[in-house]
């Protein structure tokens, strides 16, 4: 069982950027595939960045490509989403998640295909 806190919201201006961080606990990261969403109020919880386990392979949706970065590093236990270019629509509670078994390879991006997920953390992007 894995346990995910993340950390790292706040208020920023558009434009800006943040970094966000998910900290593992309980089993080693490296078992997970791992995945970002984020559920705006009185929105679906909406897909945002996936890794595969080994972290070589990652999938984006095209509201956030070229935009948001998500990194892992397993020997810390942690994921991060670098978010640049920041607009107004980016405002959400973002939480991180985690799958496994997963294939050392694969990406997920579907809600309910991961196992375990943290409490978010709020993002909130002025105009």
């Known amino acids: 069982q894995v346990k995910l806190v993340e950390s790292g919201g706040g208020l920023v201006q558009a434009g800006g950027s943040l970094r966000l961080s998910c900290a593992a606990s309980?089993?080693?990261?490296?078992?997970?595939?791992m995945g970002w969403f984020r559920q705006a109020p009185g929105k679906e919880r909406e897909f945002v960045a996936a890794?595969?386990?080994?972290?070589?392979?990652?999938y984006y949706p095209d509201s956030v490509k070229g935009r948001f970065t998500i990194s892992r590093d397993n020997a810390k236990n942690m994921v991060y989403l670098q978010m640049d270019s920041l607009k107004p629509e980016d405002t959400a509670l973002y939480y991180c998640?985690?799958?496994?078994?997963?294939?050392?390879?694969?990406?997920?991006?579907?809600?309910?295909?991961?196992?375990?997920w943290g409490q978010g953390t709020h993002v909130t992007v002025s105009s």
């Open positions: 998640a985690a799958k496994s078994p997963a294939f050392s390879t694969d990406v997920y991006y579907i809600a309910d295909q991961y196992d375990h």
């Open positions: 309980g089993r080693t990261l490296s078992y997970y595939a």
């Open positions: 890794v595969s386990r080994s972290g070589g392979r990652l």
